[in-house]
């Protein structure tokens, strides 16, 4: 059998919009193995996933064995799934890195991580949960031709905070997320976007946190998508008085993260309308981790 360990992903971090994510150590964990029937699908935890082939991981791993052409076998699947779904914790491309690993393991293909990788941005259409779900830590990645271009950042002080994640009760679909964005922006909302994303990545890797209130503002998508969030902007203030370094976005919501010095964490208590629910959640540096167990 194979085990398989994603973590979770958070992606934009404010102004990164479709290109820069964190990996978190909160994760899905899949067990499969070749099986005599065409299907089994079983679930570890509470929440609705499909146990047939609508199966996000299944249907990953037919693609794999499609495409690179070799007939798959039958399978059962065992998920054990921590990531809270349409949340903006990255759970689909969760799906897809723990479809491609295991599929690379049962096929005994031996496709790199880098290849894995590149399939899974192409699955996912952008690159910003799918990099750091692969490599652990802050990943800043571009596509560019149909072609995977990424970075994992080299953040050495990254111990130093921590990041309170705050989830609701209610989903936030990222198509419906998606369609309230605008088809085009004006000169200086990229101009805008396009500093402070320099800003964020040079905050993060030289360890000048003070900087990162600034550094995670954004005018692409937070504003519009505050709009279908109820309290969003509320706990962006509440989080800001309370004595965050910076908030954002987590994906295309509705989860929101503020990033508080470790120092400081028993200061950092913030008052949330009843139905968000509030955890610290530390970055994973790792990454995917695949193992062959009895």
């Not at 976005?249 to 120092?263: D, K, N, Y």
Request: overall charge neutral; aromatic content about 6%.
């Amino acid at each position: 059998m194979i085990k398989v360990r994603t973590p979770a992903t958070t992606a934009n971090m404010g102004p990164g919009f479709d290109c820069v994510g964190m990996a978190l150590q909160l994760y899905n964990t899949l067990y499969v193995e070749e099986s005599d029937r065409d299907l089994l699908i079983e679930s570890r935890s509470n929440q609705p996933i499909p146990l047939d082939r609508r199966n996000l991981i299944y249907i990953t791993i037919e693609n794999f064995f499609k495409e690179i052409g070799k007939k798959q076998p039958g399978l059962h699947m065992i998920q054990h799934d921590l990531i809270p779904l349409t949340r903006g914790l990255g759970s689909s491309a969760a799906c897809i890195v723990s479809g491609l690993a295991a599929a690379n393991e049962i096929s005994r293909a031996g496709l790199s991580r880098d290849e894995l990788l590149q399939m899974a941005a192409r699955l996912e259409g952008h690159p910003d949960n799918a990099a750091p779900a692969f490599l652990g830590g802050i990943v800043a990645g571009a596509m560019d031709n149909g072609r995977l271009f990424c970075c994992k950042l080299d953040t050495p002080k990254l111990s130093d905070l921590a990041f309170a994640v705050m989830i609701p009760d209610f989903p936030l679909p990222t198509e419906q997320a998606r369609k309230v964005l605008p088809n085009s922006y004006g000169r200086e909302d990229a101009v805008f976007n396009a500093s402070r994303a320099a800003l964020l990545t040079a905050a993060l890797t030289s360890g000048r946190f003070e900087l990162l209130k600034t550094a995670m503002q954004d005018v692409i998508h937070q504003p519009y998508r505050s709009k279908i969030i109820p309290g969003m902007n509320g706990i962006f203030a509440e989080c800001l008085n309370k004595g965050a370094l910076g908030v954002f976005l987590s994906g295309a919501g509705p989860t929101v993260i503020a990033v508080v010095r470790r120092g400081h964490l028993a200061r950092f208590v913030p008052k949330l309308p009843s139905e968000w629910s509030f955890q610290f959640i530390e970055p994973d540096d790792a990454g995917v981790q695949i193992e062959r167990i009895d």
